[in-house]
């Protein structure tokens, strides 16, 4: 295979790679977190204040009731044994008792808590929290919280309006039970309302990356906002895309792939209004790792942010090759979205075998047929939740469309998922 000598001569790609190199080959560690910086030992510590950063995550445990969710802290007091207090700085890895976070939750083991615990309160983005607990490798762990309210300022109000918006769909969505957890994860990465088994199938059949919120997410509400911005002219088709993606990335959450697909995507419409009709799609890859970097580099250390670059680096390396291979015994039609998948799983191979000790190899077929499905299951789902509001009377007609969508789908990726080496 001939190497393209744009690639071999380009400082941006010599940049990327001394990157991947320092980072990957443990010449320095990037941290997952920032240090706590405070007086106190970190075990002596038994109480903390702080600022949520990000939406609570759920850490799924064999008991139920065992179940934990991480969020990050931006810490600004601790508290130690002996009473003290001490001003701190740093963000840090909290985890908290399912009780805590699900209190509001519908449906719930624990939503009637916050009825016997007034404390009970959204836990999200921009929540202000006194927590009390102890450190473990690393992390605090809560035994006890109060909650503040939101932080004042103009950003924390927006992610006030983010947290209660967030809570009312899982709101609607709970109705539609499985089907409702799916179209929750796929919208706004809630994975709490999802069938285990189903996201369990779904790591087993090499469609993990069909589930994380990446670029196929992002591109499904960016296009119909530009589809309908483009009824007036092509400026506000481009200014609609933007605002909705960025809306999407801001309400969803900024996880490693969402934000790989944000930057990428923001690179190649401004290149594309500046101009440049068909850029490079390795060395913009290449731009959106180092800017992805400098913006968040403790994703560096995240599984997901890894899969991510290494898949889409498989397509843009590898898409032409097993196109050409593809073509010869499949119609042109089906060869692009087969080759696309091929070229992705070939990419992410190396990952996936290191660290989860096993190959689906049927995986890229199982893209084909899985992927589409999720994009008229998704297309239905938010289309049906503005019908049901609008003409609730129809909401039954609506629940039982998506919820054919949704067995059709599960059937199939229980399928391949019995297929894995």
């Known amino acids: 295979m001939v190497v393209n000598t744009a690639y071999t001569r380009n400082p941006l790609v010599y940049t990327t790679l001394i ?18 910086h405070t007086v106190i030992p970190c075990d002596k510590i038994v109480s903390l204040t702080g600022t949520v950063c990000d939406s609570p995550v759920l850490i799924r445990s064999a008991n139920k009731k065992n179940s934990l969710y991480r969020l990050s802290m931006q810490v600004e007091t601790t508290k ?42 959204i836990v999200d983005q921009g929540c202000h929290l006194q927590v009390s607990g102890q450190f473990k490798n690393d992390a605090f762990y809560v035994t006890s919280y109060q909650s503040t309210g ?23 969505l709970y109705s539609w039970g499985n089907a409702g957890g799916l179209l929750l994860a796929c919208i706004q990465g809630s994975r709490e ?8 199938a779904f790591t087993k059949a090499g469609l ?19 589809f309908f911005g483009k009824k007036i002219n092509r400026i506000t088709g481009i200014c609609f895309t933007v605002l909705v993606m960025l809306l999407f990335t801001w309400f969803a959450g900024i996880t490693p792939s969402l934000l790989r697909a944000c930057i990428f995507a923001l690179l190649g419409i401004t290149l594309s209004c500046l101009g440049f009709s068909r850029p490079s799609m390795l060395l913009l890859l290449a731009l959106t790792f180092l800017i992805h970097l400098y913006l968040k580099p403790e994703h560096a250390v995240q599984l997901s942010f890894l899969l991510s670059y290494v898949s889409l680096a498989g397509i843009f390396l590898f898409g032409t090759l097993c196109q050409r291979y593809v073509i010869r015994y499949i119609p042109p039609v089906f060869a692009d979205a087969l080759s696309t998948s091929m070229a992705a799983q070939i990419g992410s191979c190396p990952v996936t075998l290191f660290f989860f000790k096993t190959v689906a190899p049927f995986g890229a077929i199982a ?7 999720l994009i008229l299951f998704l297309y239905a789902g938010i289309f049906g939740v503005g019908m049901c509001y609008m003409f609730p009377k129809i909401a039954p007609i609506v629940t039982g469309i998506v919820q054919g969508i949704y067995m059709l789908l599960s059937h199939i990726v229980i399928f391949f998922s019995r297929i894995h080496l």
């Not at 001003?87 to 939503?111: H, W």
């Not at 993990?208 to 530009?226: K, P, R, T, Y």
């Open 193 to 200: 309302y999802i069938d285990t088994s189903l996201s369990d």
């Open 19 to 36: 990157c991947i190199i320092c980072i990957y080959g443990g010449f320095f560690t990037l941290p997952h977190y920032n240090s706590l």
């Open 367 to 373: 893209s084909c047929i899985v992927a589409p499905l």
């Open 150 to 172: 939101m932080t004042h300022g103009y950003t924390n109000t927006f992610s006030h309006i983010r947290a209660l918006s967030r809570l009312y769909v899982k709101r609607i």
């Open 208 to 226: 993990s990356h069909i589930l994380a919120l990446s670029g196929m997410h992002l591109m499904l509400f960016g296009s119909m906002a530009g």
């Open 80 to 121: 130690g044994i002996d009473g003290m207090y001490c001003s701190a700085s740093g963000i840090i890895p909290v985890f908290c008792k399912a009780s805590d976070i699900e209190a509001l939750y519908p449906g719930k083991l624990y939503t009637a808590s916050h009825v016997q615990n007034p404390a009970a309160c």
